[in-house]
């Protein structure tokens, strides 16, 4: 009989080891859930931030395109200007020219 109650010990014991693994295994089977559901968020926050990311890209690009853009047209209004003087330059040569030669002949007759 003390055989038999040894052996049912040993069964119960057993039987109590394995128990206390499942367990263990229940709350690592929450905490795989857990970090699943977490994983998914990371996963939906990090869509989300590239979708941002290429708006902000192309947003820089566009704006990078505007600022090549504005060198374009300070480069062509800096000629107009230069073109400009050398244009009020000439008109006032001109000008001094006539002027001399109204003189010239005024002065002629």
């Known amino acids: 009989a003390s055989a038999v109650v040894e052996r049912m010990g040993r069964v119960v014991q057993r039987l109590q080891a394995e128990n206390a693994a499942l367990q263990k295994k229940t709350v690592s089977n929450v905490e795989h859930v857990r970090l699943t559901k977490e994983a998914k968020a990371h996963k939906a926050r990090a869509a989300a ?28 209004r800096d000629e107009a200007r230069r073109a400009l003087k050398a244009e009020e330059a000439r008109s ?12 010239a002949r005024a002065a002629a007759e």
């Open 49 to 76: 931030l590239q979708i941002e990311l290429d708006a902000a890209a192309a947003k820089a690009a566009a704006a990078r395109s505007e600022i090549e853009r504005a060198g374009k047209y300070c480069r062509e």
């Open 92 to 103: 006032e040569a001109l000008g001094q020219r006539l002027s001399d030669e109204a003189q």
